[in-house]
């Protein structure tokens, strides 16, 4: 079954490299807008933006330089790529993190570009944030909206430090895949996340549609033209 789950996911690869292309004119369209409405109205953000704001600066000063080592966020990013191990029915053997040698995750399987990706656009530890708000609905405490900026300040650091042209993840996947799918997959995750703190679920779900519905409409217009 595993082999299978490869194959088909390797199947999609292109295709959904060439789809998330031709999806980031109005994915970028739309976090735009939901920037700009946090922009105008930022009250709802504010805990999410003082969480988000401190986590950049103890990066900035103290974890941006190499030096200062790397154990949680290499572990992170392993558990990153377990969790799409898992996802495509890999059985996971075993998972290493060091200080500030990095780290590695093996898994029973020839494995597919998810499982490679994985930690260069999906924010392992927002997501269970996310869901723990929208099971309780409403009743928490305000420290956790804090924490969901914290943690998204956290995948934006991390994604960037980790990306670059010795990644063997990367290299695994090819890099012409890698840029057309990783911008349009950070930028909806992002999008989604802002619009889901300032307004609720509802205004992550629009932000997706209204993103894809202005990529259909440039393209529609330039196949028409």
């Avoid at 059985?91 to 994985?118: D, F, H, P």
Wanted: hydrophobic share 50%; no cysteine.
């Amino acid at each position: 079954m595993t082999g299978v789950v490869d194959r088909i996911v390797n199947l999609l690869k292109w295709p959904v490299g060439l789809l998330s292309l031709g999806l980031l004119p109005g994915v970028a369209v739309g976090f735009f807008e939901v920037l700009r409405r946090v922009l105008n109205n930022p009250q709802p953000m504010m805990l999410f933006g003082i969480g988000f704001t401190l986590y950049y600066v103890v990066w900035f000063l103290f974890f941006r330089r190499r030096i200062a080592g790397s154990l949680f966020s290499t572990f992170e990013h392993e558990l990153t790529h377990a969790i799409f191990a898992w996802l495509t029915l890999h059985r996971v053997q075993g998972l290493k993190a060091t200080w500030n040698r990095g780290g590695v995750m093996t898994y029973k399987g020839k494995g597919n570009w998810l499982i490679y990706l994985a930690p260069y656009f999906f924010p392992t530890l927002t997501v269970p944030i996310v869901i723990y708000l929208l099971v309780v609905h409403g009743a928490t405490p305000e420290w956790v909206d804090a924490l969901l900026g914290a943690t998204m300040a956290y995948h934006i650091t991390s994604t960037w430090r980790e990306t670059h042209r010795e990644q063997t993840d990367l290299k695994e996947v090819g890099f012409i895949f890698a840029f057309l799918f990783l911008p349009t997959a950070n930028l909806a995750f992002f999008g989604a996340i802002l619009a889901f703190a300032h307004s609720g679920l509802e205004s992550s779900y629009q932000f997706l549609v209204t993103s894809f519905q202005i990529s259909d409409g440039l393209w529609s217009s330039l196949t028409n033209a």
